[in-house]
């Protein structure tokens, strides 16, 4: 109980000081603060930036004010330019270094590493069943014929040795076989 009349007390002793320093410093009722009259009759090392910042508030206020709206665009953006004005076959500049204004053509990825490592039989159903084990640098696939390999080799067939494969990319068929 005593903590808390103490408590009390303290606030109440702070309430009587702040009050006592108002009216030291003449504050009236409805005439101004107590911030406003410190700031007024002390000057500090701060007031200097704070005037620089204010004034600098204004002029960018002033110059919001004053600043002319931004273009309005008239470009459809969900339409692109279908007619071709630019002409690839431009006169080259005389003299220097002469730059080309075609664009150049995406190159093809190139084309993986394939390698037979294996064919394995399977003929417990009756019918011979093939399956060829092919090695790329993304991993191992396991191929019946009409499947395909990283998404870009069809399995044409599979013989005992070797495997024939069509590029679907580049639309042409090759062979690989086992070392």
Do not use: C
């Not at 993986?112 to 417990?124: N, Y």
């Not at 790329?136 to 191929?143: K, P, R, S, V």
């Amino acid at each position: 109980m005593t903590s808390t009349r103490a408590f009390v007390l303290a606030l109440l002793a702070i309430g009587a000081a702040a009050a006592a320093i108002a009216l030291a410093i003449g504050v009236r009722p409805g005439r101004s603060t107590v911030g406003e009259l410190t700031r007024r009759s002390v000057p500090t090392a701060i007031d200097p930036v704070v005037q620089a910042l204010s004034d600098g508030h204004a002029r960018m206020s002033a110059s919001q004010q004053a600043a002319r709206p931004l273009p309005v665009s008239r470009r459809d953006p969900f339409r692109f330019k279908t007619d071709r004005s630019t002409s690839f076959d431009q006169p080259e500049p005389r003299g220097g270094a002469v730059l080309s204004t075609r664009t150049p053509r995406p190159s093809l990825p190139a084309e993986p590493t394939l390698t037979l490592a294996g064919v394995a039989e399977d003929a417990s159903s009756g019918a011979l069943v093939r399956v060829a084990i092919i090695s790329t640098a993304t991993g191992l696939y396991l191929a019946k014929e009409g499947e395909r390999v990283e998404q870009r080799f069809e399995i044409l067939s599979i013989a005992a040795t070797e495997v024939r494969l069509r590029d679907i990319v580049e639309r042409t068929d090759f062979t690989l076989r086992l070392r």
